[in-house]
């Protein structure tokens, strides 16, 4: 298939799952009337189609734009399909951010624990990067990510065991799992500048990922400077990725599975790799998102352990693939 066609395909799809996550719903609405209530604003169905469920389904594409996009440009950067933004411990350290938050008695639905978890996403990365160093390539850059998600994740765990409060854990159990319930437009003014900045660097990481599948070496004969590509790609992931997390929780697997499955059909180029998963990133947490308002309408299914049952089988075959090579 041609790069536009696929682009464009998966473009029609996120679009199509958009509509879909605007129509899907408790309030028994036809989609006639459901649109119709989206264009009016007027009555009860008009306020939930604009503030409750419009901010859903933005916020839905947003998230996964920024894993796929940043699961992506890991991926041609360290040249790893296993490699996933959680591998630089920014969902670990945004989590982190956020269990503080909650346990300091903020609202896990108010806009106090999305800040205090960018604010741990940007301390997290700002100690991988120091841990990595300047110029010491992408082993230093997983390491020093593996030790920052190790602590980060020591430091929750600390904070969930020692709480006094259980409705507090309780918050922290159910916001660690990821949903996109209750987020309004605020949430999404929010991460929205934020996102775009690191949508905007890893945009630009393209050239510079088409050049490192030929190895670091030829990558710098050809003028590119790794230790900028470095810094580029990451800043980039744990903007776009510490502000996902901030407003939505940690939700796995799309930075992983996405760029996987899309690979072969843009002919294994990181530069059109980027495009091709930020959109189909879109599309499979809005289906997932979907999904978990259609399988289980009377529970609160949460959308990080439905998109776990889909990546874990795809991490495992990953797995088996590796290991079946010669």
Do not use: C
């Not at 996009?69 to 411990?89: D, H, K, T, Y």
């Not at 108010?110 to 990365?125: D, H, R, Y």
């Not at 992931?237 to 930075?255: L, N, P, S």
Request: charged share 10%; no cysteine.
């Amino acid at each position: 298939m041609r790069f536009p066609w696929l682009l464009a395909m998966l473009g029609a799809l996120a679009a199509a799952l958009a509509v879909v996550s605007l129509l899907v719903g408790p309030a028994g609405a036809g989609w006639a009337e459901g649109l119709g209530a989206l264009v009016s604003g007027e009555a009860a169905l008009g306020l939930v189609m604009r503030e409750i469920r419009a901010p859903r389904a933005v916020l839905g594409a947003m998230v996964g734009i920024s894993l796929g996009l940043s699961g992506a440009a890991l991926q041609g950067l360290l040249r790893n399909p296993l490699a996933e933004p959680g591998i630089v411990g920014v969902s670990a350290s945004a989590a982190l951010g956020a269990v503080i938050a909650i346990q300091a008695g903020a609202s896990a639905l108010g806009m106090t624990v999305p800040l205090a978890a960018l604010a741990g996403a940007l301390a997290g990365v700002a100690l991988v990067l120091a841990l990595a160093g300047r110029g010491k390539g992408g082993l230093a850059l997983i390491l020093g990510g593996v030790a920052v998600s190790a602590l980060a994740g020591a430091l929750t765990a600390l904070v969930l065991n020692l709480s006094p409060n259980p409705f507090a854990a309780y918050d922290i159990m159910f916001w660690t799992m990821g949903s996109l319930a209750d987020r309004s437009w605020a949430h999404v003014a929010a991460a929205a500048p934020i996102m775009a900045l690191g949508w905007a660097a890893l945009a630009g990481t393209g050239r510079g990922l088409d050049a490192l599948t030929l190895g670091e070496e030829a990558a710098a004969s050809m003028g590119i400077d790794l230790a900028r590509l470095h810094l580029r790609a990451v800043l980039g992931t744990a903007a776009a990725v510490g502000a996902a997390t901030a407003v939505a929780g940690a939700i796995g697997f799309v930075g992983l599975v996405v760029p996987h499955v899309l690979r072969g059909a843009v002919g294994a180029v990181p530069s059109r790799l980027l495009p091709a998963a930020a959109l189909g990133g879109a599309a499979l947490v809005l289906a997932a998102d979907v999904a978990v308002r259609l399988i289980a309408p009377e529970r609160d299914l949460k959308l990080g352990v439905m998109l776990a049952l889909v990546g874990a089988p795809v991490f495992l075959h990953l797995i088996w693939r590796m290991q079946a090579r010669p």
